[in-house]
Protein backbone atom coordinates (compact mmCIF):
# COMPACT_ATOMS: atom_id res chain seq x y z
CA UNK A 1 0.00 0.00 0.00
CA UNK A 2 1.01 3.38 -1.14
CA UNK A 3 0.68 7.08 -0.84
CA UNK A 4 0.75 10.45 -2.59
CA UNK A 5 1.95 12.95 -0.49
CA UNK A 6 3.50 16.27 -0.18
CA UNK A 7 7.46 15.81 1.16
CA UNK A 8 9.98 18.56 2.13
CA UNK A 9 13.21 17.85 1.11
CA UNK A 10 14.39 20.61 2.73
CA UNK A 11 14.02 24.16 3.19
CA UNK A 12 11.75 25.25 0.27
CA UNK A 13 12.49 22.45 -1.91
CA UNK A 14 8.75 20.80 -2.06
CA UNK A 15 8.07 17.60 -4.03
CA UNK A 16 4.81 15.08 -4.49
CA UNK A 17 6.39 11.91 -3.76
CA UNK A 18 4.86 8.29 -3.61
CA UNK A 19 5.36 6.97 -0.41
CA UNK A 20 5.03 3.31 1.45
CA UNK A 21 2.28 2.45 4.03
CA UNK A 22 2.57 -0.07 6.87
CA UNK A 23 0.12 -2.69 7.10
CA UNK A 24 -2.58 -1.26 9.73
CA UNK A 25 -3.21 -3.18 13.17
CA UNK A 26 -6.36 -4.10 14.81
CA UNK A 27 -6.37 -0.32 16.21
CA UNK A 28 -5.52 1.43 13.43
CA UNK A 29 -7.64 2.77 10.50
CA UNK A 30 -6.90 3.69 7.10
CA UNK A 31 -8.25 6.81 5.58
CA UNK A 32 -8.71 8.72 2.02
CA UNK A 33 -8.09 12.12 2.40
CA UNK A 34 -10.39 14.75 0.47
CA UNK A 35 -8.82 17.89 1.87
CA UNK A 36 -5.96 19.21 3.95
CA UNK A 37 -5.23 22.41 5.10
CA UNK A 38 -2.00 24.35 5.12
CA UNK A 39 -0.53 26.07 7.95
CA UNK A 40 0.74 29.46 7.41
CA UNK A 41 2.57 29.81 10.72
CA UNK A 42 3.95 26.46 11.52
CA UNK A 43 3.93 25.03 8.35
CA UNK A 44 5.65 28.30 6.77
CA UNK A 45 8.29 27.89 9.25
CA UNK A 46 9.17 24.22 7.94
CA UNK A 47 9.06 25.77 4.50
CA UNK A 48 11.47 28.38 4.88
CA UNK A 49 13.66 26.38 7.40
CA UNK A 50 12.79 28.92 10.48
CA UNK A 51 11.18 26.24 12.26
CA UNK A 52 13.29 26.39 16.22
CA UNK A 53 13.88 22.77 17.52
CA UNK A 54 10.82 20.64 18.19
CA UNK A 55 9.92 17.03 19.07
CA UNK A 56 10.56 14.84 15.55
CA UNK A 57 12.02 18.23 13.82
CA UNK A 58 13.92 17.34 10.45
CA UNK A 59 13.86 16.60 6.66
CA UNK A 60 12.83 15.09 4.60
CA UNK A 61 9.23 15.11 6.47
CA UNK A 62 5.37 15.13 5.39
CA UNK A 63 3.71 18.72 7.03
CA UNK A 64 0.10 18.94 7.77
CA UNK A 65 -2.44 18.84 10.81
CA UNK A 66 -5.68 20.14 8.93
CA UNK A 67 -6.67 16.76 6.86
CA UNK A 68 -10.51 15.34 6.56
CA UNK A 69 -11.45 12.13 4.68
CA UNK A 70 -12.95 9.30 4.78
CA UNK A 71 -12.16 5.62 6.07
CA UNK A 72 -11.35 2.92 4.02
CA UNK A 73 -10.14 0.22 6.63
CA UNK A 74 -11.11 0.45 10.08
CA UNK A 75 -9.00 -2.38 12.43
CA UNK A 76 -11.22 -4.22 15.00
CA UNK A 77 -10.15 -2.08 18.04
CA UNK A 78 -10.16 1.20 15.80
CA UNK A 79 -13.58 2.17 17.35
CA UNK A 80 -14.75 3.81 13.40
CA UNK A 81 -16.32 2.02 10.64
CA UNK A 82 -15.83 1.92 7.09
CA UNK A 83 -17.39 5.08 5.60
CA UNK A 84 -17.04 7.17 8.24
CA UNK A 85 -15.74 11.07 7.95
CA UNK A 86 -13.14 11.82 10.38
CA UNK A 87 -10.37 14.44 10.75
CA UNK A 88 -6.81 13.76 10.92
CA UNK A 89 -4.63 15.76 12.78
CA UNK A 90 -1.66 14.29 11.18
CA UNK A 91 -0.29 10.63 10.80
CA UNK A 92 3.59 9.34 11.42
CA UNK A 93 3.39 6.50 8.78
CA UNK A 94 6.25 7.08 6.28
CA UNK A 95 8.84 4.76 7.39
CA UNK A 96 12.06 6.99 7.36
CA UNK A 97 10.14 10.43 5.72
CA UNK A 98 9.39 11.70 9.31
CA UNK A 99 5.73 12.80 9.87
CA UNK A 100 5.42 16.52 10.96
CA UNK A 101 2.73 16.64 11.48
CA UNK A 102 2.26 14.17 8.53
CA UNK A 103 -1.71 14.69 7.19
CA UNK A 104 -0.97 16.25 3.39
CA UNK A 105 -1.01 12.61 2.00
CA UNK A 106 -3.76 11.26 -0.46
CA UNK A 107 -4.24 7.88 2.36
CA UNK A 108 -3.03 8.04 5.96
CA UNK A 109 -2.36 5.22 8.28
CA UNK A 110 -3.39 6.10 12.08
CA UNK A 111 -4.48 4.91 15.46
CA UNK A 112 -8.09 5.33 15.67
CA UNK A 113 -7.68 7.09 18.97
CA UNK A 114 -6.06 9.90 17.06
CA UNK A 115 -9.23 11.29 14.81
CA UNK A 116 -12.51 12.60 15.53
CA UNK A 117 -15.29 11.78 13.36
CA UNK A 118 -16.93 15.03 11.87
CA UNK A 119 -20.24 15.43 9.75
CA UNK A 120 -20.02 15.14 5.75
CA UNK A 121 -21.89 18.24 5.32
CA UNK A 122 -18.55 20.35 6.53
CA UNK A 123 -16.24 19.20 3.49
CA UNK A 124 -13.76 21.23 2.88
CA UNK A 125 -14.57 23.44 5.76
CA UNK A 126 -13.63 20.72 8.57
CA UNK A 127 -10.37 21.20 8.21
CA UNK A 128 -10.50 24.72 9.70
CA UNK A 129 -11.39 22.42 13.25
CA UNK A 130 -8.21 22.35 13.95
CA UNK A 131 -7.54 26.27 14.24
CA UNK A 132 -10.92 26.05 16.06
CA UNK A 133 -9.67 24.19 18.75
CA UNK A 134 -6.46 25.89 18.77
CA UNK A 135 -8.85 29.18 19.48
CA UNK A 136 -10.70 27.32 22.33
CA UNK A 137 -8.14 25.71 23.89
CA UNK A 138 -6.16 29.85 24.02
CA UNK A 139 -9.65 31.43 25.60
CA UNK A 140 -10.52 28.29 27.76
CA UNK A 141 -6.61 28.06 29.15
CA UNK A 142 -6.70 24.50 28.34
CA UNK A 143 -8.42 23.51 31.95
CA UNK A 144 -5.67 24.64 33.72
CA UNK A 145 -6.84 28.18 35.17
CA UNK A 146 -10.38 28.80 37.39
CA UNK A 147 -11.24 32.09 35.04
CA UNK A 148 -9.99 33.49 31.31
CA UNK A 149 -10.45 36.47 30.69
CA UNK A 150 -11.54 36.55 26.64
CA UNK A 151 -9.65 38.75 24.21
CA UNK A 152 -11.08 42.29 23.88
CA UNK A 153 -8.00 42.72 22.19
CA UNK A 154 -6.99 40.15 19.06
CA UNK A 155 -3.95 41.13 17.22
CA UNK A 156 -3.76 39.55 13.55
CA UNK A 157 -6.81 38.78 11.43
CA UNK A 158 -5.72 35.68 9.59
CA UNK A 159 -8.17 32.60 10.38
CA UNK A 160 -7.33 32.10 13.56
CA UNK A 161 -7.88 35.91 14.74
CA UNK A 162 -11.02 35.70 13.01
CA UNK A 163 -11.81 32.39 15.00
CA UNK A 164 -10.69 34.06 18.24
CA UNK A 165 -13.12 36.82 17.70
CA UNK A 166 -16.32 34.68 16.37
CA UNK A 167 -16.29 33.21 19.72
CA UNK A 168 -15.53 36.32 21.60
CA UNK A 169 -18.44 37.73 20.18
CA UNK A 170 -20.48 34.24 20.66
CA UNK A 171 -19.58 35.03 24.42
CA UNK A 172 -21.10 38.43 24.44
CA UNK A 173 -17.75 40.06 24.34
CA UNK A 174 -17.31 42.99 21.72
CA UNK A 175 -13.28 42.31 20.59
CA UNK A 176 -11.16 44.59 18.67
CA UNK A 177 -8.83 43.49 16.06
CA UNK A 178 -5.72 45.37 14.86
CA UNK A 179 -4.58 44.60 11.67
CA UNK A 180 -1.69 45.76 9.36
CA UNK A 181 -2.30 44.94 6.02
CA UNK A 182 -4.98 46.47 4.44
CA UNK A 183 -5.83 43.28 2.12
CA UNK A 184 -6.89 41.14 5.26
CA UNK A 185 -9.10 44.06 7.48
CA UNK A 186 -12.22 43.16 6.18
CA UNK A 187 -14.66 40.06 6.55
CA UNK A 188 -15.56 41.00 10.47
CA UNK A 189 -18.51 39.99 11.45
CA UNK A 190 -19.77 41.78 14.28
CA UNK A 191 -16.41 43.55 15.95
CA UNK A 192 -14.06 46.07 14.51
CA UNK A 193 -10.82 45.39 12.42
CA UNK A 194 -8.39 48.29 13.74
CA UNK A 195 -4.94 49.38 12.15
CA UNK A 196 -3.01 49.84 15.21
CA UNK A 197 -1.80 53.52 14.62
CA UNK A 198 -5.72 54.16 14.59
CA UNK A 199 -6.61 53.17 17.99
CA UNK A 200 -5.73 55.35 20.80
CA UNK A 201 -7.01 52.72 23.70
CA UNK A 202 -4.38 51.91 26.24
CA UNK A 203 -7.04 50.18 28.89
CA UNK A 204 -7.23 46.34 27.38
CA UNK A 205 -7.42 43.86 30.07
CA UNK A 206 -6.79 40.53 27.89
CA UNK A 207 -4.64 41.20 24.80
CA UNK A 208 -4.55 37.66 22.42
CA UNK A 209 -1.02 37.99 19.82
CA UNK A 210 -1.63 35.69 17.21
CA UNK A 211 0.75 37.55 14.13
CA UNK A 212 3.87 35.76 15.49
CA UNK A 213 5.78 38.32 15.48
CA UNK A 214 8.35 38.16 18.16
CA UNK A 215 8.94 41.81 18.75
CA UNK A 216 5.31 42.88 19.68
CA UNK A 217 5.17 42.45 23.44
CA UNK A 218 6.61 45.98 24.37
CA UNK A 219 3.85 47.91 21.83
CA UNK A 220 1.44 45.39 23.62
CA UNK A 221 2.42 45.90 27.16
CA UNK A 222 1.70 49.68 26.81
CA UNK A 223 -2.01 49.15 25.96
CA UNK A 224 -2.40 46.81 29.25
CA UNK A 225 -4.45 47.80 31.92
CA UNK A 226 -2.43 47.33 35.59
CA UNK A 227 -2.64 43.37 35.72
CA UNK A 228 -3.88 43.27 32.54
CA UNK A 229 -2.77 39.77 30.53
CA UNK A 230 -1.09 38.96 26.78
CA UNK A 231 -1.81 35.62 25.67
CA UNK A 232 0.66 34.60 23.10
CA UNK A 233 -1.63 32.09 20.60
CA UNK A 234 0.66 32.81 17.62
CA UNK A 235 3.85 30.31 16.96
CA UNK A 236 7.13 32.26 17.06
CA UNK A 237 10.37 31.75 15.61
CA UNK A 238 12.76 33.83 17.29
CA UNK A 239 13.21 34.67 20.94
CA UNK A 240 10.67 37.03 22.85
CA UNK A 241 11.80 40.05 25.09
CA UNK A 242 10.28 42.68 26.38
CA UNK A 243 11.54 46.08 28.52
CA UNK A 244 10.88 45.18 32.23
CA UNK A 245 9.63 48.67 33.80
CA UNK A 246 7.05 48.74 32.04
CA UNK A 247 5.59 45.68 32.98
CA UNK A 248 6.67 45.84 36.17
CA UNK A 249 4.23 48.90 36.21
CA UNK A 250 1.20 47.53 34.93
CA UNK A 251 1.89 43.85 36.55
CA UNK A 252 1.53 42.39 33.10
CA UNK A 253 1.38 38.97 33.40
CA UNK A 254 1.98 37.00 30.25
CA UNK A 255 1.12 33.54 29.11
CA UNK A 256 1.54 31.16 26.29
CA UNK A 257 -1.08 28.96 24.63
CA UNK A 258 -0.31 25.38 23.79
CA UNK A 259 -1.42 23.17 20.83
CA UNK A 260 -5.41 22.17 21.33
CA UNK A 261 -6.08 18.90 23.24
CA UNK A 262 -8.87 16.16 22.46
CA UNK A 263 -11.45 17.86 24.61
CA UNK A 264 -11.13 21.33 22.86
CA UNK A 265 -11.52 19.54 19.45
CA UNK A 266 -14.69 17.76 20.67
CA UNK A 267 -16.02 21.45 21.81
CA UNK A 268 -15.84 23.19 18.87
CA UNK A 269 -17.18 20.30 16.91
CA UNK A 270 -20.47 20.32 19.04
CA UNK A 271 -20.52 24.31 18.37
CA UNK A 272 -19.87 23.92 14.54
CA UNK A 273 -22.76 20.97 14.27
CA UNK A 274 -24.99 22.94 16.28
CA UNK A 275 -24.70 26.16 13.85
CA UNK A 276 -23.39 28.50 16.39
CA UNK A 277 -19.99 28.35 15.33
CA UNK A 278 -19.56 29.22 11.75
CA UNK A 279 -16.61 28.01 9.30
CA UNK A 280 -17.73 30.02 6.59
CA UNK A 281 -15.85 32.44 4.12
CA UNK A 282 -12.38 31.38 6.28
CA UNK A 283 -11.15 29.17 2.88
CA UNK A 284 -10.31 31.71 0.27
CA UNK A 285 -7.72 29.52 -2.13
CA UNK A 286 -8.05 25.85 -4.00
CA UNK A 287 -5.50 23.74 -5.52
CA UNK A 288 -5.63 20.31 -6.70
CA UNK A 289 -3.12 18.63 -4.56
CA UNK A 290 -1.04 17.55 -7.80
CA UNK A 291 -0.55 21.84 -7.85
CA UNK A 292 1.25 21.64 -3.70
CA UNK A 293 3.98 23.84 -4.94
CA UNK A 294 2.22 26.33 -6.49
CA UNK A 295 -0.20 26.06 -3.41
CA UNK A 296 2.73 26.88 -0.89
CA UNK A 297 3.91 29.35 -2.63
CA UNK A 298 0.57 31.46 -3.05
CA UNK A 299 -0.45 30.24 0.81
CA UNK A 300 2.87 31.86 2.07
CA UNK A 301 3.33 35.07 -0.66
CA UNK A 302 -0.46 35.89 -1.25
CA UNK A 303 -1.34 38.60 2.01
CA UNK A 304 -5.18 37.72 0.54
CA UNK A 305 -5.05 34.08 0.91
CA UNK A 306 -6.51 33.47 4.26
CA UNK A 307 -6.85 29.56 4.09
CA UNK A 308 -5.67 27.41 1.66
CA UNK A 309 -6.46 23.91 0.36
CA UNK A 310 -5.35 20.97 -1.22
CA UNK A 311 -7.94 18.78 -2.92
CA UNK A 312 -6.71 14.90 -2.64
CA UNK A 313 -10.14 13.62 -4.63
CA UNK A 314 -8.80 11.72 -7.80
CA UNK A 315 -5.33 11.41 -6.75
CA UNK A 316 -4.44 7.72 -6.33
Sequence with gaps: MKTLAVVLQQPERLLLERLPLPEPGDDDIVVDIDYSGISTGTERLLFNGRMPHFPGMGYPLVPGYESVGRVVHAGSRSGHVVGETVFVPGARCYGEVRGLFGGTASRVVTAGSRVVPVSERLGERAVLL???????????????????????????????????????????????????????????????????????????????????????????????????????????????????????????????????????????????????????????????ATQAERAYRTAFGDAACLKMVLDWRGCA
Design 130 to 288: ALAATAYHAVSGGGLRPAVAPPDLIVGHGVLGRLLARMTVLAGGQPVVWERNAERAGGAEGYAVLHPDEDPRRDYRSIYDVSGDATVLDSLISRLVPGGEIVLAGFYSEPLSFSFPPAFMREAQIRAAAEWKRPDMLAVKHLVDTKVLSLDGLITHREP
